[in-house]
């Protein structure tokens, strides 16, 4: 299948600072990525989808000030997690899907702890 | 909306036996696929298997074979000859058939222990 490499793997970040995860599909066009949170024990929780050249569609609820995306080319997405606080302490994953692909494919995740 | 349901929080099956898990959807959209994926402690998704809602003959991958009932909505996940590796979460999931702009809808997920 194919391959898709998110970055960080784990980061601690302090209260009030932002953080970047990365996300990107190493041997495929992503046309479309999605950000999934999930918490322990849970289900994974669709936060937005993005189309690469274009602004993303938030889930309702989910801030799009805080939580920023961006999806710059066929291959790369980025999750800012801007003025971060613990609650936002969470398990994110990524996924990405190429044009003619059904199934997704999913990054390793980011293991993120707001100190 | 698109709805999933997976109603065994936790299964047990001693390895290599076989064990099947459950699934139902509620979707209006003729036009679907459905998914198994694993999520195994490493928390790094996998795809299962996947299967196309026109197609009426069962897909199958190896050991996993789903039992796909269209009118019932229903889309069972059959793991024969169980292994330890198997231990996991196992999601499934649906998405309408959007092409790339499809979201996929998960269920609540079935913990699957195996026993050597």
């Known amino acids: 299948g194919a391959v898709v490499s998110q970055h960080p793997s784990r980061v601690i970040c302090k209260s009030g600072t932002s953080v970047k995860i990365e996300c990107r599909s190493l041997?495929?066009?992503?046309?479309?990525m999605f950000w999934y949170r999930q918490f322990p024990k849970q289900s994974l929780m669709l936060m937005a989808t993005s189309n690469e050249g274009s602004k993303a569609t938030y889930e309702q609820g989910v801030e799009k000030d805080k939580f920023l995306i961006n999806h710059a080319s066929l291959t790369l997405s980025t999750l800012t997690v801007t003025s971060a606080h613990p609650e936002d302490s969470s398990f994110y994953i990524c996924?990405?899907?190429?044009?003619?692909?059904?199934?997704?494919?999913f990054g390793q995740g980011t293991r993120l702890t707001v100190v | 909306a698109q709805t999933v349901t997976q109603s065994q929080p936790e299964m047990s099956v001693q390895e290599a036996e076989t064990v099947t898990l459950s699934c139902t959807y509620d979707?209006?959209?003729?036009?679907?696929?459905l998914f198994w994926y694993k999520q195994p402690p490493s928390r790094q998704m996998i795809l299962v298997i996947r299967?196309?809602?026109?197609?009426?003959q069962n897909a199958t991958e190896n050991r996993f074979s789903v039992n796909f009932q269209k009118a019932a909505k229903s889309f069972s996940l059959k793991i024969s000859d169980s292994q330890l590796g198997d231990a996991a979460m196992y999601f499934c999931?649906?998405?309408?058939?959007?092409?790339?702009?499809?979201?996929?809808?998960f269920g609540k997920g079935t913990k699957l222990s195996v026993k050597p």
């Open positions: 996924s990405a899907r190429g044009t003619g692909i059904p199934e997704a494919f």
């Open positions: 299967q196309e809602a026109y197609k009426q």
């Open positions: 979707t209006s959209e003729s036009d679907y696929y």
């Open positions: 041997d495929f066009q992503a046309t479309t």
């Open positions: 999931a649906s998405q309408n058939y959007g092409g790339s702009q499809g979201n996929l809808i």
